[in-house]
């Protein structure tokens, strides 16, 4: 896809939007105040413990790639950054785009994503994200999994690393299946431990300025190995 068939497509996610367009002001604020809530029930129901904060890039956008356990997963991640801005967009399940819930992810900032096949409109809305310098959370498992082997990924991260440079930062969520697994309806206070990776740097471009696909295929296999490894970690750190 050219530069403006990737800009195309990345405003058709949000109707009438551009989804690497600055949030306003009020939007800013709603964030602001949605990450300092989700922090402090962190803190307060899960004794959330953050490990290797230390690891996140300072000075450039990344792409956040967390394990996926739980629906707690998406208000827990948001403890490796902290409360405020700048602000970390989400991709996320189309099917919570209904009525006023869907004015709210996307005044949020989160990108709606077609589960179980390739969105290329939601990959080109994170392509433009990152090059407009925001910093993005992308689930490589695709949706919530259960128990403690991460499942077979999808190419997406390592896809959308390749077409902007951005790294990707692996995450362990330990605890959060116990907190709240598939298919229960309340939430259980139990310990939970995030542990964070060092950035997997993109693989370097061919003569024609590309990263070849096999080159993606491969990154998105060393991502399965890192992230097994610091899931492990942050389950024995839970427990």
Request: aromatic share 8%; charged share 25%.
């Amino acid at each position: 896809m050219s530069d403006d068939d990737l800009t195309v497509a990345a405003q058709r996610v949000h109707v009438g939007e551009d989804p690497a367009a600055p949030p306003t002001r009020f939007r800013k604020g709603l964030y602001w105040f949605a990450s300092l809530l989700l922090v402090g029930l962190a803190k307060l129901l899960f004794r959330i413990r953050v490990e290797g904060r230390h690891h996140l890039p300072e000075y450039e956008p990344f792409i956040l790639a967390p394990v996926h356990r739980s629906n707690l997963d998406f208000g827990l991640v948001v403890s490796c950054v902290g409360v405020g801005l700048p602000r970390m967009r989400y991709l996320a399940k189309d099917t919570l785009w209904k009525g006023a819930w869907g004015r709210l992810w996307t005044a949020l900032g989160a990108i709606p994503v077609h589960r179980g096949t390739p969105d290329r409109e939601a990959l080109s809305a994170c392509i433009a994200v990152l090059r407009a310098g925001e910093s993005l959370v992308m689930f490589p498992e695709g949706t919530r999994q259960s128990g403690p082997v991460v499942q077979e990924l999808f190419d997406g991260p390592a896809y959308v690393q390749a077409r902007t440079g951005a790294p990707i930062v692996p995450v362990g969520i330990g605890g959060s299946e116990a907190a709240m697994p598939k298919g229960a309806k309340f939430v259980r206070p139990r310990k939970v431990v995030l542990t964070i990776g060092a950035p997997l740097v993109a693989p370097e471009k061919n003569d024609k300025g590309r990263v070849p696909r096999r080159a993606v295929r491969e990154q998105t296999e060393v991502l399965h190995g890192v992230l097994q490894d610091l899931f492990d970690t942050a389950q024995r750190a839970a427990r």
